[in-house]
């Protein structure tokens, strides 16, 4: 259990900064208010700022204008509005988040949308119910699901995308919340930044998308920092259960192991053996701990706000999970190793 559960610390942990991270790219940034804070969210950017950004700035091969915002969804034939996360898109969105992968029917046009692979666990329904062809309704409107997408190790996959101008509309709103831009090289960069600090009317920040989701990475860390601190508490006291049980193993084999002290065992030889049933015994519980949490937690995913990430089960949990396992193992029989080395041969004979 303890395998399966440092299993499930680590798959959590990185599968959490490994979605912020996968979503970067060291040739995009972001042009955001300056008075959101870097929040995607708040921030309001002028509507057209893609294309002139395009025209004014050598270098830029890409920018695309979007709105992200959260809201309500209504799932038909399910009670209740759920929260969930949109994305206003332009055509060259798709083509500038090289991560995304239309996996099933079409892009959205006007009415209707595509849903991310992860969109039916946020929402928490059913897959069946974002099929193809069904509805969805958002900002009090009903939209059609034309496709589906995938875009492994990001957080676009708990989306839905719909076209921009369609839901400028709907929100009532005549800007965008954030400006994408691909640069072709650090010159591009450097002339994005003196636009950005030349047009002062448009009040720009701008930042990379590395920069950005690195922030969002450290923004969840004391969730990660929490996680792994109760999984710290559960292995204490498991580690605290073992040695309770290595030192009754060792009580009712004492008059044993003295023996073997009394015919010319070495200390070492028998703290060695205690150590290599421990790891036995920890090996075999640590397996059976992986494969629990492999059945388990295989393809699992976590709703956090309006994002949901999948859970991260890769060759680094497993071999933390199984480690710990059995470095616990030894922690939890060195104390009994320890009295067995120091009590005298004939005090152990005489025990009862």
Partial sequence: MVAALLVATASFVRGLSGTFAGAS??????????VAERDVVRSTAAAGLASLVKASVPGVELASDEIHMGTSMVVPGYDGERAGFVRGVTPSAYELHGALTLVEGTLPGPGEVAIGRLVARQLDVPESALAIGNSLTLEGSEHRISGRFVAPGTTL??????????????????????????????????????????RLDLELDMVMSADYYGELVAYFGPIQRMAWMLAALIAVAALLGGANAAAASVQDRIQELAALRAIGFSTGALALSLCVEALVVAAFGAVLGLFLARLLLTGGAV???????????????????????????????????????????AAALSED
Avoid: H
Avoid at 25 to 34: E, G, Q, R, V, W
Avoid at 169 to 179: A, E, I, K, M, N
């Fill in 303 to 345: 709703r956090l706000a309006m994002s949901a990430f999948e859970l991260r089960i890769d060759p680094q949990a497993v071999l933390i999970g199984f480690l710990g396992a059995l470095i616990l193992a030894l922690a939890a029989v060195a104390p009994a190793a320890l009295r067995l080395a120091r009590l005298p041969i």
């Fill in 25 to 34: 790219d060291p040739n995009t940034a972001l042009l955001l208010s300056k």
């Fill in 157 to 198: 996959e708990a989306e839905v995308w719909t076209p921009l101008v369609p839901l400028r509309g709907l929100t009532q709103r005549d800007d965008s919340s954030v400006v994408f831009v691909r640069l072709a090289d650090e010159k591009a960069r450097k002339r994005l930044r003196l636009f950005c600090d030349r």
